[in-house]
């Protein structure tokens, strides 16, 4: 099999079948992981009202954790007011229009090319949020050395 960028940190790998789309490394293996869970949530009634369940049932043995939690990362706070400010501004955009279809942004998470030829490097742009208006990406430069 010919060697593939992994999704997360950009660096190729040689996959063990056609669905690996993360190398092995720890922190790639972990964002792996928070995608399934993040897809899982959105998507599975079941898994949503199970995590919901047992995120409650961890509160009641630490209560106050969220209040001691916001107290030490005061800038997470602020990252969070401003992406609930966007969500909520989606929603209300969204419940303007009619055809909520169609406000839907579709990302193709496994699309991916393999370059036979040399240049001088390739960048993935991940979206970090779907937003109609405001385009905040990640780029990550690919390693060149299969080139
Ligand atoms: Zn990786």
Same mark, same amino acid.
């Given at each position: 099999?010919?060697? *593939? &960028?992994?999704?997360?940190? #950009? =660096? !190729? !790998? *040689? &996959?063990? +079948?056609?669905?690996? +789309?993360?190398?092995? %490394? ?6 792996? %992981? ?6 899982? @949530? ?16 961890? @509160?009641? =043995? +630490?209560? #106050? ?8 990362? &005061?800038?997470? /706070?602020?990252?969070?007011?401003? @992406?609930?400010? *966007?969500? $909520? ?18 990302? %193709?998470?496994?699309?991916? %090319?393999?370059?036979? !030829?040399?240049? /001088? #490097?390739?960048?993935?742009? /991940? ?6 208006? /405001?385009?905040?990406? +990640? *780029?990550?430069?690919?390693? $060149?050395?299969? @080139?």
């Amino acid at each position: 099999m010919e060697p *593939i &960028p992994c999704v997360n940190c #950009g =660096t !190729f !790998f *040689i &996959p063990r +079948n056609c669905k690996q +789309n993360y190398c092995t %490394k720890a922190e790639c293996q972990r964002a792996r %992981k928070a995608a399934w869970q993040r897809y899982k @949530l959105k998507y599975d009634d079941d898994y949503r009202t199970q995590q919901h369940l047992s995120q409650q049932k961890w @509160l009641q =043995t +630490n209560p #106050g954790y969220y209040r001691s939690y916001r107290r030490r990362n &005061p800038d997470k /706070v602020k990252r969070n007011r401003a @992406l609930q400010t *966007i969500r $909520n501004r989606r929603k209300r955009h969204c419940h303007s229009r009619k055809n909520l279809a169609d406000n839907a942004l579709i990302a %193709k998470m496994d699309a991916r %090319k393999f370059c036979h !030829f040399n240049m /001088v #490097g390739q960048f993935y742009l /991940v979206p970090v949020i779907a937003k109609m208006d /405001v385009s905040k990406v +990640n *780029i990550y430069t690919i390693s $060149n050395r299969y @080139l």
